[in-house]
Structures are given as C-alpha cells and as structure tokens.
C-alpha cells in the first residue's frame, strides 16, 4: 500500500468498489456525483468509457470544491456482439442481457480515472468472461435472489452467478469493478 500525503475520495456509491478499495488498506471518503453519466456514442468504446470515469471525477471535484486530493472513479460495462450492456432498466431488461451473455464469451471493461489538482490519469482493463448456459427458469431464479439492478450486465461474480461462471481470461477486480492491478500502475505514476 502506497502512502500519500493528500487524502483519497472514491467517486463511487458501489459497495464493490468501495470494499476493494478498503481491502488494499487505503482510507478513503467516499462522494458521489449527483449528475447522471452521459457516454458518448461518438468516441471509440474505450474512450467513452474513459471519459466517463472522468465526468465523475470532475463530477465531484467540483460539486464538492474539491481540491488537494486524489479522486479516484470508475465506470464498468459489459459488451458482447457490439452491444453496451450497462445496469438493467427493469426485471425484462435483466432477462434479456441475461439470455445474451449466457453460454457464450463476454468482455468486462472497466475504466479507472486517478484525478488530482495537477495530474489527470486514466486507463481501461478488459476481462474476457466465460457465462455457461442457463434454462429460463435458473435465469429467472437468480434475478429473485440477486439484486441484478446495479449491476452492469444484471451479475455480479463474486455472488450467486459465480456458479455459471466456466472461465475468466484477466483480471477477476475487474469484473467486480474496479481492477487492482491497474489502480495501482495509477497510483506509481502519481
């Protein structure tokens, strides 16, 4: 764990993250955006991506008049078959992304921004997950015990899906919504 001498804010309302973030020892506050993330169509995926990390950053730093700290935020998506799955808008949405990733190969990306008053750092990690096939009936039962609704594709890995999970090709933090490995190459370059 490195040492800083700036306090450190999440900009994120995720219990994931915040739980991965106390899990490598740092102390945080935590502050959310209010303003609602807007992605833009018109940049590459992974620049989108980036760019939303960074409106919450910048979301925060000056909602709150933030200064003489390090925000960190993240943004996670799923993508399969050139579609964006995001958190699901209600119980049919939940099954619909559900049907698409399951018995085939789907990518997790995550964007991390590392943002302070002089430095602006931003990066994607992308995770290739394997999701075994599910009858209508598992797929339903699951959404009935997991709350699928903050969850980008409607899962959570670290949950009850992990079940359906065959393989996982890169980082597992990633999946889970913020990668460790890429925070901290962030960090070394503060």
């Known amino acids: 764990m490195r040492k800083f001498n700036k306090p450190i804010i999440l900009a ?4 994931r993250r915040k739980e991965i973030l106390s899990s490598l020892g740092y102390e945080f506050h935590i502050m959310v955006s209010s303003k609602e993330e807007v992605f833009n169509n018109k940049l590459s995926l992974s620049d989108a991506l980036k760019d939303v990390a960074l409106q919450k950053a910048y979301d925060v730093k000056n909602e709150h008049n ?9 943004d996670t998506i799923v993508y399969i078959n050139n579609e964006i799955l995001g958190k699901p808008k209600d119980h049919q949405d939940a099954v619909r992304m559900l049907k698409l990733i399951q018995g085939t190969k789907h990518f997790v990306l995550t964007a991390v921004a590392v943002v302070t008053d002089d430095k602006v750092l931003v990066d994607v990690e992308q995770t290739a997950v394997y999701f075994k096939t599910m009858t209508d009936d ?15 594709g409607s899962y959570a890995i670290q949950g009850p899906a992990k079940k359906y999970i065959e393989k996982i090709e890169g980082n597992y933090e990633n999946v889970v919504g ?13």
């Open 12 to 15: 994120s309302k995720s219990p």
């Open 66 to 74: 933030i200064a003489d700290s390090i925000i960190i935020s993240a």
């Open 138 to 152: 598992e797929i339903l039962n699951y959404i009935e015990i997991e709350n699928v609704y903050d969850k980008a």
């Open 178 to 190: 913020l990668p460790i490995n890429l925070l901290e190459r962030l960090f070394e370059e503060l």
